[in-house]
RNA sequence: GCCGGGGUGGCGGAAUCGGCAGACGCGGCGGACUUAAAAUCCGCGGCCGCGAGGCGUGUGGGUUCGACUCCCACCCCCGGCACCA
């Protein structure tokens, strides 16, 4: 009798000798074909959540998969260590933002190696590591030099819970991304990345395997709108500006009988008459109090107010007034708009409100366009009311209209993207320090790359100010100008930690070079990744934010290729067993380390892989941990109590295990590609079944059973390391199973020799039979009429027509 | 409103270039082993019906010898976007 499966007892001693060994080590330049796998680093905040579990298991039994399979992989591991929850930390609990993170990755480091996963821990990166974020500040630098880093004033999203800006993308329906408090507005001076550069290319998704749904979200997030730039000419005596507006719609601009610009607009100042002044400054005033969430509501009926100046509209010398209105957004296009009344909406409702005129520029076969519209109408059949475009066809209007402002003069073409720039400057403590200097005498100016890195400094007071901590040290501010050495002081902002992921796949190339960021020739041999997992709630964040920096990175000779990740999977998220997201408030929260105590971790992985598809995510039941315990001690028990061993190498039932044998390898490696890995645990289980079933007949052919046994390991070893490791150990078997060579299996053997096939009359059921998967028509048909119930079906009638589908069906019509 | 994804037993889920609906697992029931229990092993398992049989994949139509799968119309759930000119 051999001892029982303990779990508690072998995965500690194997995940010592693994790491003793570095048998996951990925090595540099090897001869193997290289396989770059990588999944999101967490954030340590100091516990290992089930859905980390969810994340990084599978992803690790893909990579097993792949070394197996004969590959060089590279799969590490690291933290994204700067970010607010430290810095929250310090302020609540007086702990040093420092401390609190490395004694949570210390935590963390313990976790993960429980998992068993096979990271190669010599290339750990942590992002608020001086030695990784002297990087970070180089790349800041980069961008700067190429134009790509600039710093302006503009309307910026301000978190008051954070006393932070946010970029566009970190703000979720009108709140913080990280803290839920409702946005602000300001203007303020930061620093931003040109991401917007970029914007045509992040549309094109060339030559990478992404889900549809984040592609999906990346364009809409772009946003990127066809139209024109039309110049009305402001009629204010002195003013000598114009009002330049984007449309997609110039087919329009006759109907244009009003302008309105943005509150925060440069020209409203300017325009605005002194009757007016006192309004329209109560309006911005109003205008800027208002939140996202407030301004956002399309229910929310339109205002807006008058300037007492017009325009010309350059087409037909129309006098149209000026007016403001929130509904329209600075940060969008021009900030300005030509209002259509009669073909859009939103304008209709404005002009109805306020008495603006409402004049149509299309026919339209449905509309009486003589009498007062009821609502815009979008589009119509052939231009009017439009000088000498009358009769113009809708499908010609837009391009006829564009080809004659450009010839004119009053406008041109243009192309106009949602997608801001990316704010990039946050006025917190825990974050790569930006590397500049501002100089009374030279002006804005970047810290040499030799001086790199811009420590971050120690024992600082964190009062939730607005301003960056770093201020309110003069020791560290006050500095000399790198230029001309007179007094200097240091940027206080530190960046958004997005740019510390931005990146990180490079640095894992090369963890530990002092000189650059990595070597050229390491990023030859081992850039881009070659799959990439993560959650999709990154969608346009992080994995929008890498995609710009490769590009850049591109363009400055860094890295070759136009695309960072060339495979992305995003798994689901998995829920309490509840069905409701894991929460400590709920009580639904599931913790690892409590799985692992009961049932181990190989038990653990395999049920989190077994619950559903991998993409769908779903409710983590931890009873039906059951299921995946019995298995494991099945695989146990049919390794080491075989049944007796005899030689029979040509008895059908050999031949039936190696069949069962081959399918297996076969059905295992197709879904092990798919990430399919609960169809693959299915199979597993059926295949153990057979081999139990064997067992239970008293005696098999050596060869096969052993083949079987050693087949089945090793199929199942990426899945569940430590048990596998174990009885192979046992079994005699060369140390490491990890470092064997996946199965192969025969085409013929793996295919089914017999297959049953179904006999339907009129479509239902009637009937079954065993054939050869290609048997002819004929064998089929006479078979099937030999059925008892199929001749009571037939009922003596001849059929009137016969369908055989070989290996599925035969159809009897009558 | 627009764009994705989804709706299948008591539960998680399988099966889609149209071909036995419910693989595999949980829970349930029955049996074996045991003084007993645990563990293990074997069997049953959509619904209605004693049965032959009938009905079943969100709803209603359609195409087809045959539809979870394709087409049309709709309902519900999840995620994303939403005054973007």
Redesign the pocket.
């Known amino acids: 009798m051999v001892d029982?499966y303990e779990p508690r007892a072998i995965e500690e001693k194997w995940q010592r000798r693994w790491e003793a060994d570095r048998i996951y080590a990925a090595v540099d330049f090897d001869q193997r074909p290289k396989w770059y796998a990588l999944t999101m680093f967490p954030y340590p905040s100091g516990d290992l959540h089930t859905g980390h579990w969810y994340a990084m298991a599978p992803s690790d039994a893909h990579a097993r998969f792949r070394r197996m399979q004969g590959y060089n992989v590279l799969f590490p591991m690291g933290f994204d260590a700067f970010g607010l929850p430290a810095e929250n930390a310090a302020i609540k609990r007086g702990i040093d933002p420092k401390e609190w993170t490395y004694a949570n990755i210390e935590r963390m480091r313990k976790q993960l190696r429980m998992m068993g996963a096979s990271f190669d821990w010599d290339r750990e990166i942590v992002t608020c590591d001086p030695e990784y974020y002297k990087w970070t500040q180089w790349w800041f630098l980069q961008f700067y030099k190429h134009g790509l880093a600039y710093r302006a004033r503009a309307l910026a999203n301000w978190c008051p819970g954070c006393q932070t800006v946010l970029a566009n993308e970190q703000v979720?329906?009108g709140r913080c991304e990280r803290s839920d408090d409702i946005v602000e507005r300001r203007f303020l001076t930061q620093w931003f990345f040109r991401i917007t550069a970029y914007a045509e290319e992040l549309l094109k998704f060339d030559g990478i395997d992404w889900?549809?749904?984040i592609k999906?979200?990346q364009r809409?997030?772009i946003?990127r709108?066809e139209?024109a730039y039309l110049d009305f000419p402001v009629d204010v005596p002195g003013v000598e500006e114009k009002i330049r507006?984007?449309?997609?719609?110039p087919d329009t601009v006759y109907g244009a009988t009003f302008v309105v610009l943005?509150p925060e607009h440069d020209l409203v100042p300017k325009v605005t008459t002194p009757e007016q002044r006192a309004v329209v400054e109560e309006y911005q005033r109003q205008a800027s109090r208002e939140t996202e969430i407030e301004?956002?509501?399309?229910e929310?009926?339109?205002?807006g107010v008058f300037t007492g100046a017009y325009a010309i509209n350059p087409f037909n010398g129309r006098r149209i007034p000026i007016w403001i209105a929130?509904?329209?957004?600075?940060?969008?296009?021009?900030?300005?708009?030509?209002a259509?009344p009669a073909h859009?909406q939103?304008?209709f409702?404005f002009a109805a409100k306020y008495g603006l005129d409402i004049i149509p520029v299309f026919d339209h076969p449905e509309i009486d366009v003589t009498k007062p519209l009821e609502r815009a109408f979008e589009h119509g059949t052939r231009m009017i009311n439009s000088g000498p475009f009358d009769g113009t066809p809708a499908e010609d209007a837009i391009r006829a209209v564009v080809e004659y402002a450009e010839r004119e003069g009053i406008g041109q073409r243009a192309v106009?993207y949602?997608l801001r720039d990316w704010l990039i400057s946050r006025q917190r403590y825990w974050g790569a320090p930006i590397p500049i200097v501002y100089c009374d005498a030279c002006g804005t100016v970047p810290v040499p790359e030799d001086q790199l890195p811009v420590l971050l400094p120690e024992k600082v007071q964190f009062l939730p100010t607005g301003q960056s901590p770093l201020t309110m040290i003069p020791e560290w501010v006050n500095t000399s100008c790198p230029q001309c050495g007179g007094p200097a002081r240091r940027e206080t902002d530190t960046m958004d930690t997005f740019i510390c992921s931005s990146w990180y796949q490079m640095r894992y190339i090369d963890p530990h070079n002092a000189e650059r960021p990595f070597s050229p020739a390491l990023a030859e041999y081992w850039l881009p990744v070659d799959q990439y997992t993560g959650g999709?709630?990154h969608?346009?964040m992080h994995l929008l934010y890498t995609r710009f920096f490769w590009k850049a990175a591109r363009d400055m000779g860094l890295v070759k290729g136009d695309e960072p990740m060339l495979r992305l999977f995003n798994q689901g998220v998995i829920l309490g067993p509840d069905?409701n997201r894991m929460s400590k408030s709920r009580g639904n929260v599931v913790a690892p380390d409590e799985q692992v105590e009961q049932y181990g971790a190989d038990a653990f992985r395999c049920q989190l892989m077994?619950?559903?598809?991998w993409?769908?995510?779903?409710?983590y039941?931890p009873?039906?941990?059951?299921?995946?315990?019995?298995?494991l001690?099945?695989v146990w028990?049919l390794a080491l109590e075989p049944p007796q061993l005899v030689d029979a190498p040509d008895a059908p039932e050999t031949l039936a295990l190696r069949r069962a044998m081959h399918k297996t390898i076969r059905v295992v490696t197709d879904d092990m590609e798919h990430f399919?890995f609960?169809?693959l645990?299915?199979?597993h289980?059926?295949f153990?079944?057979e081999l139990?079933?064997v067992r239970?007949r008293g005696q098999a052919d050596r060869d096969a059973w052993n083949e079987a046994v050693e087949t089945m390991l090793l199929l199942i070893a990426p899945l569940a390391p430590h048990i596998t490791e174990e009885l192979w150990e046992r079994l005699g078997k060369p140390y490491s199973i990890h470092l064997q060579r996946w199965p192969s299996y025969d085409p013929d053997l793996a295919k089914d020799e017999e297959?049953?096939?179904?006999v339907?009359v009129?479509?239902?059921?009637?009937g079954?039979l065993r054939l050869a998967p290609d048997a002819p028509e004929e064998v089929a048909r006479t078979r099937a009429l030999e059925l008892e119930?199929v001749r009571?079906?037939l009922d003596g009638g001849t059929p009137r027509?016969v369908?055989y589908?070989p290996g599925?069906?035969v159809?009897f019509?009558v």
């Open positions: 029982r979720i329906d889900p549809e749904r999906v979200m809409n997030w946003g709108s139209g507006v984007f449309t997609t719609r943005a301004r956002m509501s399309t929310r009926e339109k205002t929130d509904y329209v957004l600075v940060t969008y296009g021009t900030g300005a708009i030509m259509v859009d939103r304008d409702e106009t949602r999709a709630e969608a346009v069905g077994f619950i559903g598809p993409e769908l995510g779903g409710p039941n009873t039906g941990m059951q299921g995946i315990v019995r298995w001690r099945r028990s399919r609960n169809t645990i299915a199979r289980m059926e153990c079944s139990q079933r239970e297959v049953e096939v179904v339907q009129n479509g239902k059921v009637r079954h119930r009571a079906a027509r369908i589908v599925k069906l159809n019509v």
